[in-house]
């Protein structure tokens, strides 16, 4: 009795293995069903499986704690950038605009420097960068957690809250070629 119980078991067990191996590769077959990032955005290198984001808290403008899952079934592009760190003050604007020109795509632009969501804000308007929200991580939770070694650092999220890509160091985030390349892979997500 026990090899025939065991049997039917293992079958189950396999085809349990096979449905969540399809389903977490489909996602990540998404992201790469849409091609590889455009020369403006060639640092973002698309990861071979999906990872697990971590759970660690950041801020908002109005002091409110907030995780990356919260923002589940939509794409998220995480930005960890500092005022003083030159490269990613210049891609401020182009975060901004992507976000205005794909609305699909939420641009979490995260100040991981020592300013309170009151600087942050009006860092981000000097820098013509205003349409951003305001998210500060003032003790560098993220920084840790995705163990970025430099600024800027982007993270691709998908609507499962996975990391599915990474760009270390700025990009031409609205360049027509990445745009174009952020609605294609927002238009695969919904077939």
């Not at 490269?87 to 300013?115: K, Y």
Request: aromatic share 6%.
């Amino acid at each position: 009795m026990g090899d025939r119980l065991r049997n039917p078991l293992l079958l189950a067990a396999a085809i349990l293995a096979a449905i969540g191996a399809a389903v977490l590769y489909g996602m990540l077959a998404r992201v790469h069903a849409v091609g590889a990032p455009p020369p403006a955005i060639s640092r973002l290198k698309l990861a071979e499986k999906p990872l697990a984001v971590p759970g660690v808290a950041f801020t908002d403008a109005k002091g409110g704690r907030h995780i990356l899952s919260q923002f589940k079934g939509r794409y998220v592009l995480l930005n960890l950038w500092a005022t003083w760190c030159t490269p990613c003050v210049e891609e401020l604007p182009a975060l901004a605009q992507l976000q205005s020109e794909v609305p699909e795509i939420t641009v979490v632009a995260v100040n991981v420097g020592r300013a309170t969501p009151a600087e942050t804000a009006a860092f981000l308007k000097v820098h013509k960068a205003a349409r951003l929200a305001v998210y500060d991580d003032t003790d560098v939770a993220l920084v840790r957690a995705f163990k970025a070694y430099g600024l800027p650092l982007s993270v691709l999220i998908d609507p499962e809250s996975r990391e599915i890509g990474r760009a270390e160091g700025p990009g031409d985030w609205n360049a027509p070629e990445a745009v174009t390349w952020f609605r294609a892979l927002v238009a695969h997500k919904q077939e």
